[in-house]
């Protein structure tokens, strides 16, 4: 079973950082690429960050960028999400999925159930 | 303010037929890029609904369909069901110095 789940999250005061963690099971991790996706209680979905299969490509939210940073491990099947000064505004749950892609940000085939973060003082 | 433009909200009788549109720009769907679909249940993670514009995923009924012209996209739901009540997202790619995925804001869709 294709399978993905997040960790990581929790309370943190602003400006601190947190590191989110998606644990991938059941397909070749290392053949796709893999997103980030955020959604703040009641509003809608926003992309955060992506990469391709073999950390070639990166892309980042405009809102995220300079701070936050998309790592993988291939060998441990991990995708990573390193959080750094934090905004009371980064409060919402992140999501891990799997694009279709291994070389392109295409569509998010497979959703994890999130792990949520809260930015608060 | 999402790339993506949707409408709120839709909303339908069981039977009826609604549409969600999906309104981008030339650096998006304008560009030539796919628009994809997700739906999204009260408190679950998203699900995709339609993939390449026009293609559904094995499992997904056939009253689901899609089509893209020009800068826009639109989500067809055909013969209305109660359990068809959710947010639907439609999705895109674009680029400048480095790839970027695109979301709309999302339609809350209302079965009467």
């Known amino acids: 079973e294709v399978q993905l789940v997040e960790s990581g999250g929790g309370l943190v005061q602003p400006g601190r950082s947190l590191r989110l963690s998606c644990a991938a099971s059941?397909?070749?991790?290392?053949?796709?690429?893999m997103h980030w996706v955020r959604q703040i209680p009641g509003k809608g979905l926003e992309w955060v960050s992506g990469?391709?299969?073999?950390?070639?490509?990166?892309g980042y939210a405009d809102s995220v960028k300079g701070r936050f940073t998309i790592s993988r491990d291939n060998a441990k099947n991990f995708l990573y999400l390193q959080m750094n000064s934090l905004r009371v505004e980064d409060t919402a749950l992140y999501y891990c999925?799997?694009?279709?892609?291994?070389?392109?940000?295409?569509?998010?085939?497979?959703w994890g159930k999130g792990t949520t973060v809260t930015v608060s003082s | 303010q999402s790339v993506l433009t949707q409408p709120p909200s839709v909303s339908g009788a069981p039977g009826q037929t609604v549409t969600i549109s999906c309104t981008g720009s030339?650096?998006?769907?304008?560009?030539?890029?796919?628009v994809h679909w997700y739906q999204q249940l009260p408190g679950t993670a998203p699900k995709l609904l339609v993939f390449?514009?026009?293609n559904r995923p094995s499992g997904v009924p056939d009253r689901f369909s899609g089509s893209k012209s020009g800068s826009s996209a639109s989500l067809a739901i055909t013969g209305l069901q109660t359990e068809d009540e959710a947010d639907y997202y439609c999705?895109?790619?674009?680029?400048?110095?480095?790839?970027?995925?695109?979301f709309g804001g999302g339609t809350k869709l209302t079965v009467l």
């Open positions: 999925a799997k694009d279709h892609s291994g070389a392109y940000f295409y569509h998010l085939d497979v």
């Open positions: 059941g397909f070749s991790f290392h053949d796709y690429v």
């Open positions: 990469i391709t299969h073999n950390s070639g490509s990166i």
């Open positions: 030339s650096s998006n769907i304008g560009a030539g890029y796919d």
């Open positions: 390449s514009n026009t």
């Open positions: 999705q895109s790619y674009s680029f400048d110095s480095s790839p970027y995925v695109v």
